[in-house]
């Protein structure tokens, strides 16, 4: 055995690689893999007259699982040589495997993804066990990278140059089995593992003159690169990244086209160039920490043993109660859903019916029992409370429910902004009282703010924590205050948004700038769908707790102007910053032009990091205050639960790479700050930081 590769000739003359790292839980493609696999891709072309063939298979639960980070990250601007090397070695590697002259089969046990669906192509065939759990693609695209070990030259000469950028490389999606087999990733699916390893000998034994494709005379790229249709790839793609700055897609547009139309060694050398200038690149290093190692930092949670959850009361069944509803069933959890009628339970029911509609599952329908009697609710173990935002009314709702639930259920609010401590004063049992925030649409969205309020106990938050595991949802503590974190940070980014209108920026100016600051929806648009009612409720319960320390926001006066002079509070009315047509958006409403100011001229920079900048000071003054327990929990709440754009690591770690440090954000803060207000300067926690030459981790 090498370190990390076994191998093992049968009677049959067919050679067994099994991967298997005895230093980690997955196989990556690490240091000691690329030794390990050019010691037996040596030994393969030194025994090649008496092989018949190879099967390369997995130890792991998984097959393969991609690329070392570690090792990625740690590559510094100033080492693109490095980089090009690295990525040179694995494909020169995997290139003397798919021409050795003999059938190589990769015999998927587990999923293949990154690396390990590159090592998979350069195999003469792919089959897989027809597993739900198994999964094949390249995600590479979401950390920041692309495909370095052949992946972008490969999928396209297998799949042809547009649904290889479509289906697999720009979008990162990983495809289980059957939709894998669909695309022609895997060329077969088997039942089990001894039909895996039979079905590889009887494919090797029937294909002993095996070749790739496009080593075959005659072969052309599926769907060839017809030139006229080459103009539409960058085209689309700037419309989807909307000016955003992620170099990825564009990188692997560009390998891939140019790619297309060389010989495959050539193609192989343009992959690299374009892997090594994003791996030397600070985006890569921002999205591998935030989506990475902050991800899994979050998700690990060590929370013991806890009760089991079997039945589940969702008290209100509206558009949040009745999406929760669905995604505790879709976990396989038995739902009660109550509303004051049957048929507004019913109604609520109907949202799970149509996702189900769209998406399968339809026995998850008979988990969810929409109702009007509280009796119904008896035995429930976890009662998850969305009604209305109004503390009377949450307090009544638990009121209702507290003596016929089971005696140890965990009682849970899915508040936005309402502190937990207030609302357990409706309960008798604070301890077991606490805050679940779901974000919409909650059966896409995976995050969820849990809130601890002041008596609740230690368990009933392991408890919350296994809950939304249960979900598979990703969680996040955050501490007891209005707003919590995330409501509280974007409010400060819509907020930014109106102050520039009141300025007098064209709002067309001001959607752009928002856009190619990487933020998922235009803030007017994103205004227009919360509706400008509800942001006006929680700032006038803001200024009524706060009293004569309450310090008025420019977004202020243009609020009031939108609800009350031109009636216009979002898109639930049909009319707000966007004029909708068949509820359909048709555009900016011409009558913004209120706020022009012709003689306004702020530069789009500014208008980028104002949105950048408000949302990461916002943030250090969670984490100072304790509303954030930790830097992973911040980075990742920020992306996951209010679109922080994903290029910069988060919220924490925006102001970490930022030019010049923590000092040079220092710098760059108080500069904004003279120029549109006090809510630019950097608090006392981050000027301590950057004296003190650290960063936030």
Known sequence: MSETIRWERGDDSIVVLTLDDPARGANTMNQAYVRSMGAMIDRLEAERDDIAGVIITSAKKSWFAGGDLDRLRAIGPDQAEEAMRQSTEVKAQLRRLETLGCPVVAALNGSALGGGLEIALACHRRIALDDPKLEVGAPEVTLGLLPAGGGVVRTVRLLGLATALTEVLLTGARHRAPAARELGLIDELVPDRDALMTAARTWIHHNPDAAQPWDRP??????????????????????????????????????????????????????????????????????????????????????????????????????????????????????????????????????????????????????????????????????????????????????????????????????????????????????????????????????????????????????????????????????????????????????????????????????????????????????????????????????????????????????????????????????????????????LWAGLSAFARPDVRVPLEDLKERFLFIEALESVKCLDEGVLNSVPEANVGSILGIGYPGWTGGVLQYVNQYPGGLPGFVDRARELAARYGDRFAPPALLLAKARAGETFE
């Not at 009141?502 to 007017?524: D, F, K, T």
Request: hydrophobic share 45%.
């Open 218 to 587: 005659g072969y052309r790229i599926p769907g060839g690169v017809p030139p006229a249709q080459l103009p539409a790839f960058p085209a689309n793609l700037q419309k989807k990244l909307k000016g955003a700055p992620y170099p990825a897609p564009r990188a692997i547009l560009c390998a891939a086209v140019e790619g297309a139309q060389l010989d495959i060694d050539a193609a192989f050398t343009v992959e690299a160039r374009y892997f090594a200038s994003l791996a030397t690149g600070q985006t890569v290093k921002n999205m591998i920490k935030a989506f990475f190692y902050d991800l899994n930092t979050v998700n690990k949670r060590d929370v013991g043993e806890v009760p089991p959850v079997r039945k589940v009361a969702v008290l209100g069944a509206g558009m949040m109660g009745a999406a929760i509803a669905y995604v505790c069933a879709r976990a396989g959890l038995d739902v009660v859903l109550r509303d004051v009628t049957l048929e507004a339970a019913a109604r609520g029911k109907a949202y799970a019916e149509k996702i189900v509609s769209r998406r399968g599952n339809a026995e998850l329908l008979d988990r969810i029992t929409p109702t009007a009697d509280l009796t119904d609710l008896a035995g429930a173990d976890l009662v998850i409370e969305a009604v209305f935002e109004d503390v009377g009314l949450k307090h009544r709702v638990f009121a209702e429910i507290e003596d016929i639930v089971a005696p140890h259920a965990l009682l849970c609010s899915n508040t936005s902004t309402l502190p937990i401590t207030l609302l357990a004063e409706g309960v008798r049992r604070q301890n077991d009282f606490i805050g679940l925030h779901f974000f919409s649409p909650v059966d896409k969205m995976p995050l969820v703010e849990v809130i601890p309020g002041e008596k609740t106990g230690d368990e009933a938050l392991r408890r919350a924590l296994a809950v939304v595991g249960l979900l598979r949802k990703t969680p996040i503590v955050v501490g007891d205050s209005r707003g919590f974190f995330t409501s509280r940070v974007i409010g400060t980014f819509t907020s930014e948004g109106l102050a520039m209108l009141a300025e007098g920026v064209p709002p067309a100016s001001i959607e752009q700038a928002s856009s190619q600051a990487g933020y998922p929806a235009p803030v007017l648009q994103l205004m227009d769908e919360l509706t400008l009612t509800l942001p006006r409720k929680i700032r006038r319960e803001y200024q009524a707790a706060l009293g004569d320390s309450w310090v008025a926001h420019p977004a202020d006066a243009v609020m009031d102007r939108m609800i009350d002079e031109f009636g216009r509070p979002g898109r639930s009315s049909g009319a707000g910053f966007y004029v909708y047509e068949e509820g359909k958006r048709a555009g």
